[in-house]
């Protein structure tokens, strides 16, 4: 694997954020605009309840953490999309690029937006609610870790779909991360969730992360089991996914989908 050919596509495609302030706002404009809501309407929940502790800070927290799932997943998916709307996606695969190569190019670019994000999402949150995710401490590396590499699983599976059923299926890109949510114990803990869906929802990688952050900024110590069981689940989800993207590549490229997708 070349490092330089990772950073050749890397380039390519935080370049094209340099100079197209449309891009720039999509980047920053939802998430910002998702923790305002979300801010102001955890503000009214603690009011009517009395000023109980945990609102604020258990909705605010799982916001952020979301999105650091959603950017992850989007810096694998948008990439290739970029290059399917520029006419570039021939360019790339008819070069000496290899597909982990690509790959981790777009996980780069993930890393990038993520640390963006989360970085002016802390400001605001600390500014506008008083809340800092730092409070976390020192669980916040492991968690964001875990959120990170599901992020990549869910981009290299909607990748996939793409490369293989074509732009039809490209709102998938948006769709796939928001299908997982309501069994990821985002903004509620496993336990509302009906029997049958706990199974489920705890072999999701995200479901202990968010559980465990609950769990911390409740004051309780950091439960290592769920780091444990993250880990091991991402670890599930990554090696799957990287067959079915390999898969889903042979196949397109056996067919000549990439060829169509290149062209259209």
């Given at each position: 694997?070349?490092?330089?050919?990772?950073?050749?596509?890397?380039?390519?495609?935080?370049?094209?954020?340099?100079?197209?302030?449309?891009?720039?706002?999509?980047?920053?404009?939802?998430?910002?605009?998702?923790?305002?809501?979300?801010?102001?309407?955890?503000?009214?929940?603690?009011?009517?309840?009395?000023?109980?502790?945990?609102?604020?800070?258990?909705?605010?927290?799982a916001?952020?953490?979301?999105?650091?799932?959603?950017?992850?997943?989007?810096?694998?998916?948008?990439?290739f999309l970029e290059d399917i709307w520029t006419r570039n996606l021939l360019n790339i695969?008819?070069?000496?690029?290899?597909?982990?190569?690509?790959?981790?190019?777009?996980?780069?670019?993930?890393?990038?937006k993520i640390s963006v994000i989360v970085a002016l999402l802390s400001l605001l949150a600390a500014a506008c609610y008083n809340f800092s995710i730092f409070s976390l401490g020192t669980s916040l590396a492991p968690f964001l870790a875990n959120l990170l590499l599901m992020g990549w699983a869910i981009?290299?599976?909607?990748?996939?779909?793409?490369m293989r059923f074509g732009q039809a299926v490209e709102a998938l890109a948006w769709a796939v991360p928001f299908l997982i949510q309501p069994l990821s114990a985002v903004f509620y803990p496993v336990s509302v969730l009906p029997p049958a869906l706990r199974?489920?929802?705890?072999?999701?990688p995200s479901t202990p992360v968010f559980e465990g952050m609950r769990a911390v900024l409740?004051?309780?110590?950091?439960?290592?089991?769920n780091l444990i069981h993250a880990f091991l689940l991402n670890g599930i989800w990554i090696a799957g996914a990287a067959?079915?993207?390999?898969?889903?590549?042979?196949?397109?490229?056996?067919?000549?989908?990439?060829?169509?997708?290149g062209t259209q």
């Amino acid at each position: 694997m070349s490092l330089a050919v990772i950073w050749g596509l890397f380039l390519r495609y935080t370049y094209l954020y340099r100079r197209s302030l449309p891009r720039l706002l999509e980047m920053v404009f939802w998430p910002v605009m998702d923790l305002l809501v979300w801010g102001f309407l955890t503000l009214y929940l603690r009011e009517i309840n009395g000023g109980a502790p945990g609102v604020v800070t258990f909705l605010l927290g799982a916001m952020i953490f979301w999105d650091v799932i959603y950017r992850s997943a989007q810096g694998v998916t948008m990439s290739f999309l970029e290059d399917i709307w520029t006419r570039n996606l021939l360019n790339i695969f008819t070069a000496p690029v290899r597909i982990r190569e690509f790959l981790a190019a777009t996980f780069l670019v993930g890393v990038v937006k993520i640390s963006v994000i989360v970085a002016l999402l802390s400001l605001l949150a600390a500014a506008c609610y008083n809340f800092s995710i730092f409070s976390l401490g020192t669980s916040l590396a492991p968690f964001l870790a875990n959120l990170l590499l599901m992020g990549w699983a869910i981009g290299m599976i909607t990748t996939a779909l793409i490369m293989r059923f074509g732009q039809a299926v490209e709102a998938l890109a948006w769709a796939v991360p928001f299908l997982i949510q309501p069994l990821s114990a985002v903004f509620y803990p496993v336990s509302v969730l009906p029997p049958a869906l706990r199974v489920v929802a705890w072999c999701i990688p995200s479901t202990p992360v968010f559980e465990g952050m609950r769990a911390v900024l409740a004051g309780h110590p950091l439960p290592t089991s769920n780091l444990i069981h993250a880990f091991l689940l991402n670890g599930i989800w990554i090696a799957g996914a990287a067959l079915f993207f390999s898969a889903m590549f042979s196949s397109a490229r056996k067919h000549g989908y990439l060829t169509k997708l290149g062209t259209q």
